[in-house]
C-alpha cells in the first residue's frame, strides 16, 4: 500500500505534467462549414448507413423469425394504441 508521502508525490507530479501539456498545445480554433460541398459525404454516410441497417433487420428477421414477429406486432399495437 502506497503511503501518503508518495501519492502527494506522485499526485504533485501529475498536476505538473497537466500543467505543461495544458501551456504546450493551443487548442486550435475549428473552422465553420462554409460549402454545400462539405455536407455531400455526411449523406452519402447516412444513405450507406441505412443499406447496412436493411442487411442487418433481413439477417435479423432470417435468423430469428419469431422475435421480428413479435417485435412487428408490439410496434402495431403501440401504434394503433396511440390514436
Same mark, same amino acid.
Given at each position: 500500500?502506497?503511503?501518503? /508521502?508518495?501519492?502527494?508525490?506522485?499526485?504533485? $507530479?501529475? %498536476?505538473? $505534467?497537466?500543467?505543461?501539456?495544458?501551456?504546450?498545445?493551443?487548442?486550435?480554433?475549428?473552422?465553420?462549414?462554409?460549402?454545400?460541398?462539405?455536407?455531400?459525404?455526411?449523406?452519402?454516410?447516412?444513405?450507406?448507413?441505412? %443499406?447496412?441497417?436493411? %442487411?442487418?433487420?433481413?439477417?435479423?428477421? %432470417?435468423?430469428?423469425?419469431?422475435?421480428?414477429?413479435? /417485435?412487428?406486432?408490439?410496434?402495431?399495437?403501440?401504434?394503433?394504441?396511440?390514436?
Amino acid at each position: 500500500m502506497a503511503t501518503k /508521502a508518495e501519492l502527494e508525490t506522485e499526485l504533485a $507530479q501529475l %498536476k505538473a $505534467q497537466l500543467a505543461a501539456n495544458s501551456t504546450s498545445k493551443d487548442p486550435e480554433p475549428t473552422e465553420a462549414l462554409s460549402t454545400e460541398g462539405e455536407t455531400q459525404p455526411e449523406l452519402e454516410l447516412s444513405e450507406d448507413m441505412l %443499406k447496412d441497417l436493411a %442487411k442487418e433487420l433481413e439477417t435479423f428477421a %432470417k435468423e430469428k423469425p419469431m422475435i421480428t414477429l413479435l /417485435a412487428v406486432f408490439l410496434v402495431g399495437y403501440v401504434v394503433g394504441r396511440a390514436r
